[in-house]
């Protein structure tokens, strides 16, 4: 059986996708700076590498027929990509699924949205392997920094005002890349993942009300006040600036855009966000003041919104 190797595994997409191809049974390479991280699960091999060290590229790419490229940074740059495309290319890597996001390459003013994401694109079309790009819209799962302020009864900032946009589970996003990794019929394919309908972030907050049993609040907040308390924050200012430009392409109204595709790959319907935030809640707390939310062993990368509920 061909070796799938797994980037970004310790994440909220590239753990689900783990996830799904060891239920499936098919051989795993989890890539991992730390293993010890990964839990251990049959036919799944964690295996050390950093995108820095290319002898630790060339050592987890040896044997893998298809790889899922997923590089998560503190400062964007294509260049962990291109480190691991050139390790696949070396090794005869047959397939390659790049996550990348949704409105890569266009323009808000003079800012390119996705910008060394689309450079990853490009050498992704160009590395001669079979290739499919997936570019989710927003996660679902973005809510959930929203937990702390839920609790504290404090309002979450709306940084995109009118702007709707097809909020995605990344679970179908996982689902969708699993598809690509193991049927030929998607390669050469860019796909734009969203759910099934339009939410502005207000409307998504209504929605958390509703399930939490709380009161969920916005409070709008400008680009450039968000900017500010992001760099205060200690934030790499590439990754603020990159926040900023999606968040304005978004507030312009350029994410309005809902497609097919996660129904037409998974013969289903894209799960709505009130369906994946019904999921993540769960019996009430015991008593007493709000606490931290702890990881749910059914859902070990994501948090749950059930200590929210009254």
Not at 179 to 202: F, N, Q, R
Request: aromatic letters at 4%; proline letters at 7%.
């Amino acid at each position: 059986m061909a070796v799938i190797l797994v980037t970004g595994a310790t994440g909220t997409i590239g753990g689900k996708v783990l996830d799904i191809l060891a239920a499936r049974g098919q051989r795993v390479r989890a890539v991992t700076r730390d293993p010890r991280k990964l839990p251990t699960r049959p036919g799944v091999e964690a295996v050390r590498a950093d995108f820095d060290e290319p002898a630790s590229l060339r050592q987890a790419v040896a044997t893998v027929q298809a790889m899922f490229l997923l590089t998560v940074l503190a400062s964007p740059t294509p260049r962990h990509d291109l480190a691991v495309l050139d390790a696949a290319r070396s090794a005869g890597v047959r397939r390659v699924v790049k996550l990348s996001a949704i409105g890569t390459g266009e323009k808000i003013g003079p800012d390119v949205v996705g910008a060394w994401h689309l450079v990853a694109e490009r050498a992704v079309r160009d590395s001669g392997m079979g290739w499919t790009v997936l570019r989710p819209s927003s996660f679902a799962s973005n809510t959930l920094q929203w937990v702390d302020a839920i609790g504290k009864g404090q309002p979450v900032p709306d940084l995109t005002g009118a702007g709707r946009q097809g909020v995605v589970d990344p679970y179908d996003v996982a689902a969708v890349a699993v598809e690509a990794l193991l049927s030929p019929a998607h390669v050469g394919k860019i796909y734009t993942l969203t759910g099934p309908g339009l939410l502005t972030v207000a409307e998504q907050a209504d929605c958390l009300s509703r399930v939490t049993g709380r009161r969920v609040d916005t409070v709008a907040v400008s680009l450039e006040q968000a900017a500010d308390q992001m760099l205060a924050a200690g934030m790499d200012r590439s990754t603020v600036e990159v926040i900023i430009t999606g968040s304005a392409w978004a507030r312009a109204g350029h994410n309005a855009v809902l497609t097919d595709d996660v129904a037409a790959i998974l013969n289903r319907p894209a799960t709505s966000f009130q369906s994946w935030a019904y999921r993540h809640a769960v019996p009430s707390a015991p008593a007493g003041p709000p606490r931290r939310p702890q990881p749910d062993p059914r859902r070990r990368r994501w948090p749950s919104l059930g200590w929210l509920r009254h």
